[in-house]
């Protein structure tokens, strides 16, 4: 018989072990009779000299193997009785257990998805991306640096270790079918979809012959915008669209969920097609470039051809490629804005759920000491002591596990609605969901939590003293209140770190809320517009469509000023150019660098942002008449020191004209509350120079490109939101295929840069909330439990006079006790947790004695609350029932 | 009645395939068997030998039948497997080294203490 069929066929073999064993003894009786003994005596005889049948058929029982199977069985139909004769505990037990759990498995499926996980093309491990290097780019301020179009052409044909692909973002009007829109554009490569191994929803890549100048006008559709647009029909091939006036006809859809770089594409054209001059210079670098290495290349191989390569085209092209050379490094997703934010969360929902862990194992503890009587019982009865601390265990697994099945549930459903509400755009998003790995974690989770608070009642299962316990009824003994007063004093310390970083939280937000960001947010109205693409070819015609475009804004009632500006503060975007006081220009690596504004005479009056010296522009600053440029107030510190910098000349990248200083006006904080804009001169840190210089005065050849970046900034005397509809039918009445997009009011713009804060203290809070609920509940748990365990000793003191309030004041004096441990141990705790939030969170503020006094009042007064209703209960102790007791 | 002694660890098993291999037996004659060879000098609780019988069916060693005895009642018979015969086959042959280095032992040191006391050995010390 195998051990499974032992195990299935139980009442089976029991019952033939009856009879097996009733035999002998029938047997054996029987012999005796026959010698002569007397029936009775013969059976008592039999029944002497076989032993005892119970020993003996647990021995056969032990003989199956198939024991502890039986004894879990057992012990989880015990446990599952307990629960039901005590269903509070058990429900507050597993609730707690379930959120904890919960919160730790939603916060481990993001770090797992977003952090950890693989990005979701082909083996990208043999993906690599490819960067330019030369000393003149400053990565720390630009990032890293992308390629020039014929640099990425020359790779791509000449490297043989890498299949090379690249893409430039771009953006576009398609004006149909359908309404006029603006649609974010990919002009890349052919080999695009191949080099990343997805295949493509329907239809075909683009081929190489449609990949070159005067290939056939073909586009391929991203994902999204096909569902939105075309309903996701197949028919959608051979379609036509129009984009940016060139007709083109659709080939295929891209694979769903397919942001290279984090950006989903609304349309893709062929690169290769487009022959602007910035893509036929070696100047400017548009192309973001991603390569595999091909079968058998090694990413060593690949680095050493990349230079090679980079000093063949120095040598070849001495002009632009002096200094230049190119790296590779394996492809990994941008996630460094949130990596911080992540592993925060993740530590502070580690945390509560460590306290979840000892509040259930101080409620268990609890449970266990009054149980002690019955535990002796069992011993004396014969049960070992492993096996008593096996069935302790089994009890608070079947807690973990039921908390962990009900915390998975929590975790499944709540992931997507708190995915949703993280502020702006968590990267890689759409590929966050509960894998088995995460589910592995969440299970493992559990049983670890069951073991952990489930160790310390199994380890008090009695071994000695076995009588003094029966007889003593469990009264405390020892140990358990030090092991209790441990239990309580963690809660706390955990409870400390978490309240004093939701307070720092706190303290942050309402400073940064308060921060002035140099210019005035309320009622202003803001938004990316693309004028018709028929004028784009001409700069005069350009200039004169914007002049009426803002003429016409102004006359909308409602509009007290409207202005025109390529970079808006707060929102994507900006420009930095270096600039100088006097020629010959410096090395572009050695340059001051201001943040540079294109902006309208009407800018200053919409944005409210003072103005110190001088004027700012106005309708007679045009082409004809001298260059004029408007500083901040840093940069006038910066460049003039205390001089008057009105009137004195400035030259900037922009062009080789110097520009005459009209004004200054105050600083701006572009980057929003957080942070002020940072840069590093000198290896110093230091505010970034800001400067604004007129459209009206943009080379012609900058007019189209800067017309396509422009949006239109609008204040008004009543709520801004309601002059979007009006705004909008101004722009469909110049030309219909004119659109307005990202619209925003600059109050939500300055909102949204401290939105990352505030995400982290709402979240903090409600866990420091959490904390401090269970650091209380268990605090009152141990504390009433303890009391009782002291009732006959308070009877005696009751009975020698003690009044009641020197008794509460002993009860709260040992609660309080056990808080102050706690606290110490927290603050360290805190200090630690600090250090970590100032640097992961922007615009943290130190952490502040004030706060952490705050936080420890309330704790202690929450400790005192907890306290208070045993201390009272104590107090009122009769002392004659309780020296009965 | 003689001293009674513990049984070696083992040696139960041992004694019961040696029972068994003579052909099927129920559990009470095998303790009536193993009583009469061991001439009452080991004493085994008689209910002791049944986790020891099941003990060696878990392992495949034995295998039980339930059949009629003559008495006409139903008992549960053990006889060897092949896997048991080999077992009580090979487990013989070890214990019969191991007793007869054991005797080796035992004569030696009684020579020795003989030889010390500067005797000659006697003859037929066995």
């Given at each position: ?335 460094t804005g949130v990596?911080p934010t ?79 509400a993280w502020p702006g755009a968590l990267p ?77 939280l706190g303290d942050t937000l309402l400073r940064l809320s308060n921060v002035n960001p140099g210019l005035d947010p309320a009622?202003v109205l803001t ?38 500006v390529?970079t808006v503060p707060m929102r994507n975007g900006n ?20 943040l540079?504004t ?9 944005m409210?942002i ?56 105050g600083h701006v904080r572009y980057y929003g509350l957080a942070n002020d804009d940072q840069t ?7 505010v970034r120079?800001q ?20 949006s239109?900034a ?6 801004p ?21 990202e619209v925003n009011t600059m109050q939500q713009l300055a909102r949204g840069t401290i939105e990352p804060q505030r995400f982290l203290l709402l ?77 992961a969170v922007d615009g943290m503020a ?40 | ?126």
């Amino acid at each position: 018989m195998t051990w499974l069929n032992r195990l299935l066929r139980r009442r089976k073999l029991e019952d033939q072990l009856d009879r097996e064993l009733q035999f002998h003894l029938d047997q054996y009786a029987a012999d005796l009779i026959e010698r002569g003994a007397d029936p009775a005596a013969a059976r008592r005889r039999a029944q002497i000299e076989f032993g005892g049948a119970e020993q003996i058929k647990e021995a056969c029982r032990d003989a199956r193997g198939t024991r502890w199977v039986e004894d879990f069985a057992q012990d989880l139909r015990y446990s599952l009785r307990a629960w039901r004769q005590n269903p509070g505990f058990a429900t507050v037990a597993v609730l707690t257990l379930a959120l904890g759990i919960g919160a730790t498995t939603v916060m481990a499926t993001l770090v797992h998805s977003v952090l950890l996980n693989p990005l979701p093309f082909r083996d990208p491990r043999r993906m690599v991306s490819v960067h330019g290097a030369e000393p003149a780019w400053n990565v720390a301020l630009f990032g890293d640096e992308n390629l020039s179009n014929p640099d990425f052409r020359d790779l791509q044909r000449q490297s043989r270790s890498l299949n090379i692909t690249g893409w430039v973002f771009d953006n576009g009007t398609l004006s149909e079918p359908g309404d006029p829109e603006y649609v974010t554009e990919f002009d890349a490569s052919a080999n695009l979809f191949s080099v990343f191994g997805v295949p493509l929803t329907l239809g075909r890549s683009f081929q190489r012959d449609e990949d070159r100048p005067g290939g056939a006008p073909v586009a391929i559709l991203g994902y999204t915008f096909w569902r939105k647009h075309f309903g996701g029909s197949p028919s959608v091939l051979g379609a036509s669209l129009v984009l940016d006036t060139a007709r083109y006809t659709v080939v295929g859809v891209a694979p769903a969920q397919f942001e290279p770089g984090g950006v989903e594409a609304d349309v893709y054209t062929p690169l290769g097609r487009h022959t602007g001059p910035y893509l036929m210079r070696r100047g400017p670098h548009p192309v973001t470039t991603v390569a595999r290495l091909m079968p058998g290349a090694t990413l060593e191989q690949a680095k050493n051809e990349l230079s090679i390569l980079g000093r063949r085209l120095s040598a070849q092209y001495p002009d632009t490629n002096q200094d230049r050379s190119f790296i590779a490094r394996t492809l990994a997703p941008d996630v460094t804005g949130v990596r911080p934010t992540l592993w925060l969360l993740f530590g502070a929902v580690t945390l509560v759920l460590l306290i979840t862990c000892a509040d259930v194992a101080s409620l268990l503890l609890a449970r266990a000491v009054s149980r002690g009587r019955e535990f002796a019982m069992r011993v004396a009865l014969g049960a070992a002591r492993g096996r008593l601390a096996r069935q302790c265990l089994t009890e608070s697994a079947v807690l973990a596990v039921a908390g962990g099945i009900l915390g998975v549930i929590v975790a499944a459903t709540g992931i997507k609605p708190f995915v949703a509400a993280w502020p702006g755009a968590l990267p890689r998003a759409d590929e966050v969901s509960l894998d088995w790995r995460v589910l592995g974690f969440a299970l493992l989770l559990s049983l670890a939590s069951g073991l952990l608070f489930g160790l310390a009642p199994a380890l008090r299962a009695p071994s000695a003293q076995l009588e003094q316990t029966i007889r003593g009824g469990g009264r405390a003994i020892g140990g358990s209140r030090r092991l209790h007063g441990a239990f309580v004093a963690c809660e706390m310390a955990l409870a400390v770190v978490l309240l004093v970083s939701a307070g720092m939280l706190g303290d942050t937000l309402l400073r940064l809320s308060n921060v002035n960001p140099g210019l005035d947010p309320a009622n202003v109205l803001t938004a990316r517009t693309a004028l018709s693409p028929t004028v784009l070819d001409s700069p005069p015609k350009t200039r004169a469509m914007w002049d009426g475009l803002l003429a016409r804004i102004r006359r909308v009632p409602g509009v007290q000023a409207a202005a025109m500006v390529d970079t808006v503060p707060m929102r994507n975007g900006n420009n930095p150019l270096g600039y100088w006081l006097s020629p010959p220009a410096p090395p572009e690596n050695r340059m001051p660098m201001a943040l540079a504004t294109c902006v309208s005479p009407d800018y200053l009056k919409v944005m409210r942002i003072p103005l110190l010296h001088g004027r700012f522009f106005d309708d007679h600053d045009n082409l004809s008449s001298e260059p004029v440029i408007v500083i901040d107030e840093v940069m006038s510190g910066h460049a003039f020191g205390g001089e008057n910098p009105v009137g004195r000349q400035l030259w900037s990248q922009m062009g080789d004209q110097p520009a005459r200083i009209i004004g200054v006006v105050g600083h701006v904080r572009y980057y929003g509350l957080a942070n002020d804009d940072q840069t590093r001169v000198r290896g110093q840190a230091q505010v970034r120079d800001q400067f604004y210089y007129p459209f009206a005065q943009l080379p012609d050849r900058f007019v189209r490109r800067w017309s396509q970046l422009m949006s239109i900034a609008v204040r008004a005397g009543i709520n801004p939101l309601a002059l979007v509809e009006p705004v909008k039918s101004e722009l469909r009445a110049v030309s219909r295929d004119q659109v307005l997009y990202e619209v925003n009011t600059m109050q939500q713009l300055a909102r949204g840069t401290i939105e990352p804060q505030r995400f982290l203290l709402l979240l903090f809070g409600v866990f420091a909330a959490l904390a401090l609920l269970l650091a209380t509940v268990g605090n009152y748990g141990v504390l009433a439990y303890l009391t009782r365990q002291r009732v006959p000793e308070i009877g005696v003191r009751i009975a020698l006079g003690a009044t009641s309030g020197a008794v509460t004041r002993m009860v709260l004096r040992q609660s309080l006790a056990m808080v102050a441990i706690g606290v110490i141990a927290g603050v360290a705790g805190a200090l630690a947790a600090a250090r970590i939030l100032t640097s992961a969170v922007d615009g943290m503020a130190a952490i502040e004695p004030v706060t952490v006094l705050l936080m420890i009042t309330v704790l202690v007064a929450s400790a005192l609350v907890a306290g208070f209703i045993p201390a009272r209960r104590a107090a009122r102790i009769d002392p004659i029932t309780a020296l009965r007791q | 009645m003689p001293p009674k002694s513990d049984l070696p660890q083992g040696t139960l098993d041992l004694l019961i395939l040696k029972v068994a291999a003579l052909g099927p037996v129920h559990g009470y004659a095998i303790a009536q068997r193993l009583q009469q060879v061991s001439r009452d000098v080991v004493q085994v609780p008689q209910g002791s030998l049944y986790p020891a019988l099941h003990r060696l069916e878990n392992r495949g060693l034995l295998a039980a039948d339930w059949k009629q005895t003559e008495t006409g009642r139903e008992a549960r018979f053990y006889r060897l497997t092949r896997k048991g015969r080999a077992h009580l086959e090979a487990e013989t042959a070890s214990w019969q080294r191991l007793s007869e280095a054991v005797a080796l032992i035992l004569r030696m040191s009684a020579g020795g203490r003989e030889s010390r006391l500067g005797l000659e050995a006697p003859n037929g010390v066995e």
